[in-house]
């Protein structure tokens, strides 16, 4: 409301000629400027509105309703009416104006040109018309800025949701392609025995060999018939710990400490065979909440391979630590061939052996796999470290 626009008045009688007009913005005595005023008071009156939009000549109208005008000789040269409406008369709406405009019978006193004659007296009307080029501009720059900014919200919007989307579809494709290569590591795991044994069969029920070569058969089909026995219960164990075996079981309260120390006495006849020694650093005390037996299977896991790959005469060490307030830190260490930096990271991978060789001593690739589950599924972590020629295996579980 504290905005003042450029406008200018024009005074026309009852049949709509021009009598006079006013404005201090507009210069409305250069050529052609009355044929220019013509066609808007024709546009203006031609209306029913009192208000209205000139968008041809970016004007906006306002007709005051009719009245009765009294000219007399004052020498000016513009129009002013005695009650001449002011500059909130250049709103949009009719405003405090239409009100006056109702009794249409109220007689003006005007200053007209000094050539006129003796009083008289017409009926008549004003009309305004107010400058709106800056209100169109303002508005076609906020429609401008309206559609660059949706389009850009849009781009926006659409990149987003293609990252979050992707960022949303990675596990799946992940679990998709892991599948696929479990799938494909399994068969190609139990062709091999398989091949061994379809092929010790059908000598077996050849006459050309005798009874020293059809025993070396039937051990060589018991050998692979206990290979194919590990494989598939390994693969039964990891397929359990994926569908969630681990969380439908209830929770207990263990204590790491005593099964860790029960388990070393287990493997250590089968340490001392191999000609290995089993040191152990066990802190009292530590107790965690999780399944007993998934517990002791990776306890199992990490000394099985302990004993298979550790130098011979070497010495496997064995401890567990409070790490921190909250978690304890179980380690393996064993000497042996150093493992690679890019080996680290794959040899929790299913079906995944540094040397394929490793596979004639009943590895199958799934064990660090399975003991990585079952660790994930009590909120820990697995690692492996190598160094000096020493590798560690360490697991951090939080306590209870």
């Known amino acids: 409301m504290n905005i003042l626009l450029p406008f200018f008045r024009v005074l026309i009688d009852a049949d709509g000629k021009i009598v006079d007009m006013d404005g201090d913005y507009y210069d409305l005595t250069q050529e052609g400027s009355e044929a220019v005023l013509e066609e808007l008071v024709s546009a203006a009156t031609a209306s029913e509105e009192k208000?209205?939009?000139?968008?041809?000549?970016?004007?906006?109208?306002?007709?005051?309703?009719?009245?009765?005008?009294?000219?007399?000789?004052?020498?000016d040269r513009n129009p002013v009416p005695e009650t001449a409406p002011t500059a909130e008369a250049t709103s949009s709406s009719a405003g405090e104006d239409a009100p006056a405009d109702s009794d249409g019978g109220a007689e003006v006193h005007v200053r007209v040109r000094p050539a006129e004659a003796e009083p008289a007296s017409t009926d008549g009307q004003i009309i305004i018309f107010m400058d709106i080029?800056?209100?169109?501009?303002?508005?076609?720059?906020?429609?401008?800025?309206?559609?660059?900014?949706?389009?850009?919200?849009?781009?926006?919007?659409?990149?987003?949701?293609?990252?979050?989307?992707?960022?949303?579809?990675?596990?799946?494709?992940?679990?998709?392609?892991q599948?696929?290569?479990?799938?494909?590591?399994?068969?190609?795991?139990?062709?091999?025995?398989?091949?061994?044994?379809?092929?010790?069969?059908?000598?077996?029920?050849?006459?050309?060999?005798?009874?020293?070569?059809?025993?070396?058969?039937?051990?060589?089909?018991?050998?692979?018939?206990?290979?194919?026995?590990?494989?598939?219960?390994s693969?039964?164990?990891?397929?359990?710990?994926?569908?969630?075996?681990?969380?439908?079981?209830?929770?207990?309260?263990?204590?790491?400490?005593?099964?860790?120390?029960?388990?070393?006495?287990t493997f250590d006849a089968l340490?001392?065979?191999?000609?290995?020694?089993?040191?152990?650093?066990?802190?009292?005390?530590?107790?965690?909440?999780?399944?007993?037996?998934?517990?002791?299977?990776?306890?199992?896991?990490?000394?099985?391979?302990?004993?298979?790959?550790?130098?011979?005469?070497?010495?496997?060490?064995?401890?567990?630590?409070?790490s921190g307030a909250h978690h304890c830190l179980l380690s393996v260490s064993d000497p042996g061939d150093p493992i690679r930096p890019e080996d680290l990271k794959k040899i929790f991978q299913r079906f995944y052996r540094i040397d394929e060789a490793r596979a004639m001593n009943h590895s199958y690739g799934l064990g660090l796999s399975i003991a990585e589950n079952i660790v994930k599924n009590h909120k820990g972590r697995i690692w492996a470290e190598s160094a000096e020629g020493i590798n560690t295996f360490r697991v951090e579980l939080p306590m209870a």
Not at 192 to 215: C, G, Q, Y
Not at 304 to 309: L, T
Request: aromatic letters at 8%; hydrophobic letters at 40%; a neutral charge.
């Open 133 to 177: 080029s800056s209100e169109i501009a303002t508005m076609q720059n906020l429609y401008r800025t309206c559609v660059i900014i949706g389009l850009g919200s849009f781009a926006s919007f659409l990149v987003i949701s293609i990252f979050f989307a992707r960022w949303a579809v990675r596990p799946v494709e992940e679990a998709w392609a």
């Open 235 to 265: 693969l039964l164990q990891l397929a359990r710990v994926d569908s969630g075996a681990i969380q439908k079981m209830p929770l207990q309260t263990i204590d790491l400490s005593g099964l860790v120390s029960d388990e070393l006495l």
């Open 271 to 322: 340490f001392f065979e191999k000609g290995l020694t089993l040191a152990e650093d066990i802190t009292d005390g530590i107790t965690i909440h999780g399944s007993p037996q998934h517990l002791k299977q990776v306890v199992e896991i990490l000394l099985d391979n302990a004993q298979k790959y550790a130098s011979p005469q070497g010495t496997v060490q064995v401890t567990l630590q409070k």
């Open 51 to 75: 208000v209205g939009d000139l968008r041809d000549y970016n004007l906006r109208y306002y007709r005051s309703g009719a009245r009765k005008w009294s000219y007399g000789k004052t020498p």
């Open 179 to 233: 599948q696929r290569q479990f799938v494909s590591d399994a068969s190609h795991e139990l062709k091999t025995p398989l091949t061994v044994i379809l092929t010790d069969a059908e000598m077996l029920k050849s006459p050309r060999f005798d009874e020293a070569h059809k025993a070396q058969f039937v051990e060589n089909i018991l050998t692979m018939s206990n290979q194919m026995r590990g494989l598939v219960e």
